[in-house]
């Protein structure tokens, strides 16, 4: 009899541990060959992209949804991508997100990128030239077994509208403090570079 009620209770910790599973995942919408989930604040980030164009813009809203994100894995091992526009609003691409996209050569992440995350263009082996959104997060291993040629942009220009004083004097000061920051962080930039033996330059030496 208590080897039945063992059993009895092993089974339903068992079915609670699968029920609460499933009601953590999120739930997956589908809008035309985007998979996506919604995030806390109602807007979108992309799980998997289910297409094969060569030339891909990825759209700013899904469903009318904005996308803010791109998630693990999501565009991973695409090899047929050559060319991938993103939206403007886009705050984080995630782990891998592009990795395994042999054929991708150039990548312009929109200044509103402020994450990137471990490996997310990892194994990119044609990749040549991306940029570095200003104040960027940059994870460990983003650019990894990446054309040897490839350029780092690192975007060294600030807004300066984020300056909220009418003072001359203590806009002044905020202006030094926001640019002594920027300083800091394309130090810190360089650094990354240097260390994962990357080519780099600035916005003013980028000639067409």
């Not at 992309?46 to 565009?75: C, K, M, N, Q, W």
Request: with cysteine; proline share 3%.
């Amino acid at each position: 009899m208590k080897k039945c009620c063992l059993w009895y209770l092993l089974i339903m910790l068992l079915c609670f541990g699968v029920f609460v599973g499933l009601a953590e995942e999120a739930v997956r919408y589908t809008s035309g060959d985007y998979k996506y989930i919604l995030l806390e604040d109602g807007t979108a980030e992309i799980v998997d992209y289910t297409g094969s164009e060569t030339e891909l813009t990825v759209p700013a809203l899904l469903d009318d949804h904005p996308v803010t994100g791109i998630g693990e894995r999501a565009f991973a091992e695409h090899i047929e991508l050559k060319a991938v526009v993103l939206p403007d609003g886009l705050l984080r691409i995630g782990k891998e997100a592009f990795s395994g996209c042999s054929a991708l050569v150039e990548m312009v992440l929109p200044d509103s990128v402020t994450i990137l995350d471990d490996k997310a263009f990892a194994n990119c082996a044609e990749l040549r030239s991306i940029n570095f959104p200003n104040r960027v997060s940059v994870g460990s291993l983003v650019l990894v077994s990446c054309h040897s040629d490839l350029v780092v942009t690192i975007d060294n220009r600030f807004d300066q509208s984020v300056i909220d004083s009418e003072n001359p004097e203590e806009r002044e000061k905020l202006l030094m403090k926001e640019a002594s920051k920027n300083d800091r962080w394309c130090q810190k930039m360089e650094r990354w570079c240097d260390k994962n033996m990357i080519q780099y330059v600035y916005p003013e030496q980028v000639t067409e």
